[in-house]
Structures are given as C-alpha cells and as structure tokens.
C-alpha cells in the first residue's frame, strides 16, 4: 500500500489501490462504525435491565430515566468528541486517531458489561457508567469522520460513493448484529437470570469485535491524501481556527447541518429506531415479534445503503439526498398507518368506528403532559389524573378526542356509549374491551408480509439520504480541516436533531392525543432541512478532494 500511496503525486490524483486494498481499507472502517451502532443499539434495548441493577431501586420509573439520561449523555457528548478528534486527525493524520477511538469505544463497551452492582458498590456503580458514557461518546465523536474520510481519500472518485456506502450500511448492520446477540443471550437463560447478569454478556461479547478492529487498524497505513499534504507541507496550523474562525469554512459547516445532516438524522432514527417503538407500543406486538420482523426488513433493506452510494456516483448526491428527505416527509405518515392496519387490524378498525373522547378541562394547560405533570398548585391533582388518562390510552396505541368536561368530573373517558368517570384504568379497560379494542395484537391476524415490506421501504427511503451523505461530506470540505469540520456538522445531526427524535415523537404522541402526532417533529426536520438543501447545497459529485472548498 505504501507503494500506491507514493505513486499519488499530483493534487486531484485518484489513489491507484487493488481491489483487494480497497476491501482491507473498507473492512477496517466499518467495524468500528459498526461498533458504534452496535453500542447504541445494545444500550438502548437493554437500557431497562441496566436501570434494575446499576441504580437504586427506590423509584423504578426514575432509575430507568436515569439510565437513559446515561445514553442522552453520550449522544451530547458527541460534537465535543467531533471537535477534540477531528484536530487531531487534521494534526496527527487520520489512521492514529480513528485507532485510537475504536479503542476508547470498544473499551468502554467491553466494561460496561463489568461494572458492579449498586447493591455491591453504591453510587459507584452508576457514577461508573456515566464516565464510560462520556468516553463512548467522545470517541464515537471522532470515528465516524476518520472512516468515511479515511475511505474516500484512498478510493477513486468514480466508487467513492459505492465504498463509503459500506460504511453507512453499518447503521443497519449494528442493529442486526444486537438483536442476534440480545435473542440468542435470552433463548440461552431463563429471564431471571437474563435480568440479573446476561445483560452483560453482549457488552462482554464486544471484545472479540474490538480485538479483530485494532488488529486490522494496526495494519493500515496513512491515507494518501494527508500523506501528501504533509510531504507538502499543507496541513492545517490550528484546524479548530480555521474550521470556525473562518467564515468560508464555517458557512460550509452550517450549510452542511441545517442542509442534509439534520434531516439525515430525524430519517434515520425516525425509521430504523422510532419504529421499534411505534411497533411495540402503538401496534402492540410483543418484543420478539418486533425484533424478529425488524430483523427481516433490515437485512433486506440493508443494501440499499451501497444501492444509493453507487447511484450517487453515477447521477450526483444532492438530489437524491434532497429526494429521500422529502419522500420521507410526505411518505412516513402513511406508512406507520400501514404498519397499524397490518400489525394490529382490530386496532384500527376500532379507532376509526369507534372513537375514544376523554372528557377534560385543557384550558390553561390543565391537562399538559410532560415535566409539568409533577407541578404544584390548583391544578395538581387534577393534572395527575389527566395525564394518567393520557398515558393509558397512548400507552396501548390508542387514539383519543378532547371533548368538553362533564359536570362534577375532573375527567371522564366515553367510547361507544359507555362513560368512564375520573380514571378507572379496571374500567376503562373494561370499557375499550367491550368497544372492540383489542388488549394486545392478535398474532394471528398479523400481516408479517406487509409489515416487512414497509420495513424494507423504510430502510430504502433513509438509505437515499444515508447512503450518499458520507462521500458527499467528504467532496464538500477541504483536507487540510476536513476531519473537524465533517464531524461536527454529523453529529449534531445525527446525535442531536436525530437523537431526540425517539424522546420527543413519544412526547408528542402522547401530548396530542394521537399515536402518529410523534412523526410531527422529524417531518418538520425533513422539509426545512429539504428546502434549504435544494436552494444553497453545491453538487459535489467525483470532486477532487484534497483541492480548495466550494465556495
């Protein structure tokens, strides 16, 4: 490889590596962005039995919050990671930082899956676990950027989209290899013992991951790319400086967050991650369906990443990046409709003949969900009851109307003739039965096909945007900054207007009222991201990436 690396001379020179090269230099990537996924993926699911072991269990609800906040932190963590890495990889060279990460990632995957128990160490425990989740998150900061960098600066324009796609098939790829793992620790113990001590084994289990990743890491050379700009002496004083202290570089930062990453992060975890949760608690599947059934829709799914990729290079990655946006936008709402009418048909068809009302004061945002259900004062408890209600009837996938309260009733429940006063959850349970709405889905009547058919679509429609994004980020900054300023612009993105999509599309079902309310925010996301994108981002397609910025 040092050969070819030598034989790139001249400024926009494509790099000249074998085919089997390029799969050494593809291989090494993924795995450590595949490791990212895998972490998050991991942590998410299993976040709940996490919360029963490492924290008090004075209050189950705030334990379990408190484990997620753990995971919230690693995603805010992430753009300071972005910051400190990407200089160094602008400093240092790309193959030394992103070896590094993946041994900070990997490392504290593998030790999370140690930590003691609060009933064995106390406040310890968690105090433990937060620093690793600050650790993660630094890390996965700077490895993203050094692998898509470190693959599109050795590849040759022509498949820079192609090969970088293997990278952003990792995203589907991690989710997959965690629910293997997680289905087969659990058919291998009984639930308790899963509860008390299997959760660890697919963190442990990572260090095989993590062993072959610095192996392979160690092998590689520097990319091409900063080797010459080194030899000629080009490289970037202080890229921090000039990625944010100049404004031509810092327009392309904005540009590149409020233009695609924004919104290719409310697709993504809109359609890979939210959907679980739609799955499970909208639809009313069980767990094993749900994972079986995302399990077969992504795999499927799965090569659209590398489809759009190679597309890319062929007819150029703005529009087709700007197309997924909007297709996304105005296709998700339907297709969770889709998955409801497939998953759960007794559901539906009660919703639509049978409407739910719940009778309650909402003026002065009496009746608000959120931090403001544990307020004080007037409305307290009246505030109590109501957002009970609410979580009930949200919690079983249940869509519902405000109507006006009923004398003497704080709050009160009707659906098909029947009257629930104040919140009965015996009753309205009882009530919802009689009026056709089913307690859980009925796994007979599932439609399974339909179901992966609309996974699969899923996967295609955050491929488009996903899929190209990677090499597109490459063509539109300069090498000599490159790293810093690729990163951060990914991981507000994806770590912050992607990541709270699950949060806040919850927040906002059970807010309004209605089960698909959730998909308001990344659709918003979607369509400003899509419209400024179309006016203001450049075409990049095959550009010579260690010349100048577009400007």
Not at 109 to 119: D, N
Not at 250 to 275: K, N
Not at 455 to 472: E, N, Q
Request: overall charge positive; charged content about 15%; aromatic content about 10%.
């Amino acid at each position: 490889m040092e050969a070819n690396v030598a034989a790139v001379g001249r400024i926009g020179d494509a790099p000249t590596l074998s085919r089997k090269e390029e799969r050494q230099v593809v291989v090494a990537s993924t795995l450590g962005t595949l490791f990212e996924w895998y972490d998050f993926f991991i942590y998410g699911t299993l976040a709940v039995f996490m919360s029963q072991v490492l924290f008090p269990q004075d209050n189950p609800t705030v334990a379990l919050l408190a484990a997620l906040g753990a995971l919230a932190v690693g995603f805010i963590i992430r753009p300071l990671g972005a910051v400190m890495f990407g200089y160094l990889g602008d400093k240092w060279g790309r193959k030394y930082t992103f070896l590094i990460t993946v041994v900070m990632m990997g490392g504290a995957t593998v030790l999370i899956g140690c930590l003691p128990t609060y009933e064995s160490a106390g406040h310890l425990s968690w105090i433990l676990l937060l620093t690793l989740r600050v650790v993660q998150g630094l890390a996965v900061g700077g490895e993203y950027g050094g692998a898509v960098i470190y693959v599109a600066e050795h590849c040759e324009p022509k498949r820079r989209g192609l090969l970088t796609g293997w990278i952003q098939i990792t995203s589907s790829a991690g989710l997959i290899l965690s629910l293997v793992v997680i289905l087969c620790t659990q058919a291998a113990m009984s639930a308790e013992d899963f509860r008390q001590w299997g959760w660890r084994l697919p963190f442990i289990l990572s260090i095989v991951m993590l062993a072959i990743s610095i192996y392979v890491r160690a092998k590689l050379h520097e990319s091409p790319v900063f080797t010459r700009m080194k030899q000629q002496n080009r490289l970037s004083k202080n890229p921090i400086k000039e990625t944010f202290g100049q404004w031509s570089s810092l327009r392309l930062v904005v540009l590149a967050l409020i233009g695609v990453t924004a919104g290719q992060g409310a697709t993504y975890f809109t359609g890979q991650f939210y959907v679980m949760i739609f799955l499970q608690q909208a639809v009313q599947l069980d767990q094993t369906s749900v994972y079986t059934l995302i399990l077969i829709g992504f795999i499927i799914g799965a090569p659209t990443f590398v489809l759009f990729g190679w597309l890319s290079d062929r007819i150029g990655r703005k529009w087709i990046m700007m197309a997924g946006l909007f297709i996304a936008a105005i296709g998700y709402h339907s297709m969770f409709e889709v998955l409801l009418k497939a998953g759960n048909p007794a559901l539906a068809q009660a919703m639509q003949s049978t409407p739910v009302r719940v009778h309650a004061d909402t003026s002065g945002g009496a009746c608000d969900f959120g931090l403001q259900a544990a307020m004080v004062g007037s409305h307290a408890d009246h505030k109590k009851v109501c957002v009970q209600a609410k979580k009930f009837l949200v919690g079983k996938g249940i869509n519902f109307e405000y109507a006006a309260p009923l004398p003497g009733q704080t709050i009160a429940m009707s659906v098909g003739g029947v009257t629930v006063n104040g919140f009965d959850r015996a009753g309205y349970a009882k009530a919802l039965s009689a009026a056709g709405y089913p307690d859980r889905a009925d796994p007979a009547r599932v439609d399974r096909a339909t179901i992966i058919l609309i996974l699969v679509l899923m996967t295609a429609v955050v491929a488009m945007v996903y899929g190209p994004v990677a090499s597109y980020l490459v063509e539109l900054f300069p090498a000599r900054i490159r790293y810093t300023a690729l990163s951060f612009p990914y991981h507000i993105g994806a770590g912050i207007f992607g990541g709270i999509v699950p949060f806040t599309a919850t927040y906002l079902a059970q807010a309004s009222g209605n089960i698909f309310g959730g998909l308001m925010y990344p659709v918003v996301v979607m369509v400003v991201v899509g419209i400024i994108g179309s006016l203001f981002l450049p075409n990049t397609r095959a550009k010579a990436i260690d010349e100048d910025p577009i400007h």
